[in-house]
């Protein structure tokens, strides 16, 4: 038998080939257009006005097109994990967090036709994106200094979703728009239907709405990392259901236009865990935890042309979002398997509020910009309602922020220079607390640490200033650069979290006393166009000064220090006379995590190049993408959870109405960890997709047939809090279909 590690060389090598032939091309004839012409996509997400991406001086990638329609999935995480410089978080389909250089959480700013989700997706490494890929036209993902115009908490990038919804394009005539695909791997069933109904010449109504249902996914090999026994290939608790659907009204004139839309999203999901009541095949929890949340949302749109002397556009954006989750605890009977119990052991809500206001200033002194103001109010809290006493997560807090920004751009030659600010007012109100459950902590160093019951409220003044200049080196390479200085303040969570989170199996300690986060960005990039040859360079350094991260203790073993629902460690409290296999406050099922504050510093780069082979009746393409970020304390010592090196490669072609694609990445092994952290290994993944496209009058109607992780490759995402217990889902095949009329 082959060693397993020559193995693994030779099948890679094979992989290697295989895409690297010409003859085995699969995608799509488009996506030679997206190679080359890339500059004719426009950034919805441009505070000065939807400029193309080779215009910015700061890295941008774009999705749209047939791109977007190949890398389509169920969560926007996976959807973009194959994007040089962003990874996905999972830990199964039901949640897909982004993380962009290294960062995740709420330093990647999410925004859905420019405004903030208004999840909680942010404040737990088990909380879903509000967001249904399905609904989108385009994908951008902007990274580098100058992300930080949309407010602190883009530290680490945005990640804008544009829908369409507020186009004030009016049909000609009526548009629909229906998908619907099916998954083997967990019967995996998902549809949407979109239309456009014009009323009148300036006036439409679009709506549209998306379904998805799903068992457990399957996986190769067990589900826990040292799971010897038990349930095999399948990840257990990972089933979802979700619904998204949304009305709106636009109507427009030459002056602008004004639209009004209502939207609304639910989904539940399970918390993957090896589950095994009465320890039948293995050593199983004898519970699991499950998700339902969901959002109402009102959003307004409007835009005027030339509305005062020296203003050649308004913009004005705002939506209201009432956000709910559910976590619920379902638990079973260790002698006869059955349900005894559930229970609802945390509960988030959000009321957000989010205005915004941008004006397109008329040219000046060679200038051209954009000033805007902004503002958010955020009524928030994670408690625990099903308990006779108080117990939370994260105390009530209300945080509003006002902010002014500006962005100008000025040609000095061959030059184009642009410069940013942006100053915040942000002040976070907590609510006291009385008669608390949880009494008091030990932390690290033998120290208690009380809950406290009153807490004074925090303002903080983030300021950030950004520059950067792009122009042409010789014919046909384009450089850029950019530089920043950001502040951030820390999030609720982070400073307000005293208590268990329990679907995330941790309990998490904020620092009221947390300062802002202080960063120092450098971005340079170059990009050239020779002959059949597209490629894009990007590097990047931070350096990030009172840097707030979730920090584990590790044990004497070497392992990681877990406590009881109520923070208690082995031998204290109410877990002095516990003994082997009792219940209730004798079980240690929470990692101990602390926010803690120091300096970091982040580095890395990506890279993109995209290959013309052939023209003709057969165009093929052939395409590179790498990435790598180094995460590190500036005293020393690895960050957790940081995203490995990764790198790629892809084959496009086509033929009259045939189109076919097939990828290859390798995810590198990571070794530079936290303390207490364990090392993960690397892993290879293959994808393809063949498809059919049938044009007639009026309609256009693709077939499509994808396969996912081909090889059915086990490997475990290292920047997701849930790595341990839920590996990559393993091989699947996705038949589809897509019909789109009107004119």
Not at 378 to 397: G, H, I, M, T
Request: hydrophobic share 35%; glycine share 12%.
């Amino acid at each position: 038998m082959t060693p397993r590690p020559q193995r693994d060389r030779l099948v890679r090598a094979i992989l290697v080939a295989l895409i690297a032939a010409p003859a085995s091309a699969v995608a799509t004839a488009d996506t030679d257009t997206r190679a080359v012409e890339l500059d004719a996509i426009r950034v919805t997400a441009d505070p000065l006005g939807e400029r193309s991406v080779e215009d910015l001086a700061r890295p941008v990638t774009v999705l749209a097109g047939p791109e977007l329609e190949r890398r389509q999935a169920g969560t926007i995480g996976e959807v973009l994990s194959t994007t040089p410089g962003v990874a996905n978080a999972d830990f199964g389909p039901g949640v897909g967090r982004p993380v962009v250089r290294g960062q995740q959480g709420s330093r990647v700013l999410m925004l859905e036709d420019g405004l903030r989700t208004a999840d909680v997706s942010g404040e737990g490494a088990d909380h879903a994106v509000a967001v249904d890929p399905w609904r989108a036209e385009q994908v951008e993902v902007l990274r580098g200094p100058s992300t930080l115009l949309f407010g602190s908490g883009a530290a680490g990038g945005v990640i804008n979703v544009t829908t369409g919804r507020f186009s004030p394009l009016v049909p000609v005539g009526a548009q629909l728009d229906g998908r619907a695909q099916y998954a083997g791997n967990g019967h995996d069933r998902q549809a949407n239907l979109a239309g456009d109904l014009p009323l009148g010449d300036r006036v439409v109504l679009r709506a549209d709405h998306g379904w998805r249902r799903s068992n457990d996914f399957s996986i190769r090999g067990f589900q826990d990392v040292d799971q010897t026994e038990g349930f095999r290939g399948r990840l257990q608790n990972s089933d979802i259901a979700s619904d998204s659907s949304s009305l709106s009204l636009v109507a427009g004139g030459q002056r602008g236009f004004f639209g009004a839309g209502v939207s609304r999203w639910r989904t539940d999901y399970g918390i993957p865990e090896v589950f095994d009541p009465q320890r039948e095949r293995g050593d199983g929890s004898d519970e699991f935890e499950r998700i339902s949340a969901g959002y109402d949302r009102l959003d307004l749109r409007g835009e005027l042309f030339s509305p005062l002397r020296g203003v050649q556009t308004l913009r004005l954006k705002a939506a209201h979002t009432r956000f709910d989750q559910d976590e619920t605890g379902f638990e079973f009977s260790r002698s006869t398997g059955e349900l005894e119990d559930t229970e609802v052991e945390a509960r988030f809500v959000n009321r957000e509020s989010e205005l915004r206001i941008d004006a397109v200033l008329a040219p000046w002194a060679g200038w051209t910009g954009v000033l805007g103001i902004s503002g958010n109010d955020r009524d928030f809290f994670a408690e625990v309602p099903d308990s006779d006493e108080e117990v939370f997560y994260v105390r009530p807090n209300r945080t509003r922020t006002a902010a002014l920004y500006t962005l100008q751009e000025r040609e000095l030659g061959p030059v184009r220079v642009e410069v940013g600010a942006r100053v915040e007012r942000e002040r976070s109100r907590p609510d006291d607390v009385a008669g608390a459950e949880i009494e008091a902590v030990t932390l690290a160093d033998g120290s208690l640490l009380p809950f406290p019951e009153r807490l004074p409220a925090r303002r903080f003044t983030p300021v950030s200033l950004s520059a950067g200049a792009v122009g042409d080196l010789r014919e046909g390479v384009r450089w850029r650069t950019s530089l920043g200085r950001s502040q951030r303040a820390p999030s609720p969570e982070q400073l307000y979290a005293f208590g268990r989170h329990p679907a995330a199996g941790t309990f998490e300690v904020g620092d009221p006393d947390l300062a802002m986060e202080r960063y120092l960005s450098l971005d340079a990039g170059l990009s050239g166009r020779h002959g059949r040859l597209r490629w894009s360079l990007d590097l990047f350094h931070t350096r990030a000064d009172n840097h707030v991260f979730l920090a584990s203790e590790p044990d004497p073993d070497g392992g990681l220090v877990f406590v009881n629902d109520i923070g208690q460690r082995p031998g204290e409290g109410d877990t002095a006379t516990c003994v082997p296999g009792d219940g209730g406050l004798c079980r240690f099922r929470n990692q101990f995590v602390v926010n803690t504050q120091a300096d970091a510093r982040f580095s890395g780069g990506e890279f993109e190049a995209g290959w013309r082979l052939t023209d003709g009746d057969v165009p093929t393409v052939l395409r590179f993408g790498a990435d790598r970020v180094r995460g590190r304390l500036a005293g020393g010592g690895g960050l957790p959870r940081i995203t490995p090196a990764r790198h790629g490669i892809g084959l496009d072609t086509g033929t009259g109405p045939w189109r076919a694609s097939l990828d290859w990445q390798r995810v590198s092994g990571q070794r530079r960890t936290a303390p207490g952290e364990a090392a993960t290994d690397g892993f290879d993944t293959l994808s393809a997709q063949a498809a059919y496209v049938h044009e007639a009058q009026g309609s256009t109607t693709t077939v499509y047939l994808r396969g996912r992780n081909l090889t059915n490759a086990d490997g475990r995402l290292h920047q997701s809090f849930f790595r341990d217990s839920a590996p990559i889902t393993g091989r699947s095949l996705v038949l589809g279909v897509r019909i789109e009329y009107g004119p």
